[in-house]
């Protein structure tokens, strides 16, 4: 499988400086030096053998769960657009780590939660809809993504994994990262979950209620910054966005009550992610738009047998 060895190479090149390629818990003297008739397909058994598959499967499930819970929301609310925009954003703050020398993934999650308030304070404050606002931010993020990375002198190898995904580069230390923030945001979603829900469906009577409406919607963003930064390294940059609008989609077409839509938004994210992986693996697939082609069957499929209402 060439792709795979390549990122084996690449990704040891990449952490050998920073020993995080495969040391500590899951780690695996085989990525460092590859036999290429041991990846062979092999059953989950063998591709559980390996460290960085192990370190995929937690942080993609992980991930994949929780974005299955917020996508509920995120379609409900109609913020797709939204969910995208911040998705993209996350580039400018990449770049912003590659140049400063700070973990990428650590800028990013600070700067797509800046973008995504200050989206929310241009669009109800001042005089522009919240396309337009988006539409702002998205080009001018990525094109300060550009400048700086344009600056930068090592941006070949990292650049490419958090634009498309690299199940390769996913260190222990941001395995953690993801489970510990994943958890995070799902205490944060369950203990709000009454209030925004009130909220998708009637702003204006929540208010009314005394629902406090800019602290649940400020919760929500924050937990949209939290999956996008997760999935950075998992699917990547450019399709972030389909984990944050494809599996609430799909239970949407398949589901009628709000609870029933959430579970099914998190299982199908989930066995997509699973599945992708996997597949990935077995073919020498990219990781990232693997996982994505699957959650689109899974969307295509509950489409042809939706229920109609």
Not at 273 to 294: E, H, N, P, W
């Amino acid at each position: 499988m060439p792709r795979l060895f390549r990122e084996i190479q690449d990704s040891r090149t990449l952490y050998k400086d920073k020993r995080i390629a495969c040391n500590g818990f899951f780690s695996d003297q085989r990525l460092l030096n590859p036999d290429p008739g041991a990846l062979e397909v092999g059953g989950m058994t063998e591709i559980l053998s390996y460290g960085f598959m192990q370190r995929a499967f937690i942080a993609g499930i992980a991930m994949a769960f929780f974005a299955g819970v917020i996508s509920t929301f995120i379609v409900l609310r109609r913020v797709s657009f939204l969910g995208s925009g911040i998705s993209h954003a996350a580039f400018g703050g990449v770049a912003i780590g590659f140049f400063s020398g700070i973990n990428p993934l650590t800028t990013a999650l600070i700067y797509c939660i800046a973008v995504a308030f200050a989206i929310e304070i241009i669009s109800t404050k001042g005089k522009l809809a919240e396309d337009t606002a988006i539409g702002v931010f998205f080009s001018g993020s990525m094109a300060m993504g550009v400048v700086l990375i344009s600056l930068s002198k090592s941006y070949t190898i990292d650049l490419f994994g958090y634009l498309f995904g690299s199940i390769l580069a996913i260190s222990n230390e941001e395995t953690y990262m993801a489970v510990g923030m994943a958890a995070a945001g799902m205490i944060v979603v369950s203990l709000i979950m009454k209030d925004l829900l009130f909220i998708t469906f009637n702003e204006e009577l929540a208010i009314i209620n005394g629902i406090p409406v800019r602290l649940i919607k400020a919760c929500f963003l924050l937990s949209m910054a939290v999956v996008i930064v997760i999935g950075i390294k998992i699917v990547g940059i450019v399709l972030i966005s389909a984990l944050l609008v494809v599996p609430g989609a799909t239970a949407k077409l398949l589901g009628q009550k709000f609870y029933g839509m959430i579970l099914i938004s998190a299982i199908v994210a989930v066995i997509s992610t699973v599945s992708g992986l996997v597949i990935s693996y077995v073919y020498d697939l990219a990781s990232g738009g693997t996982i994505v082609m699957v959650l689109v069957l899974f969307f295509g499929i509950a489409f042809l047998f939706r229920k109609e209402t």
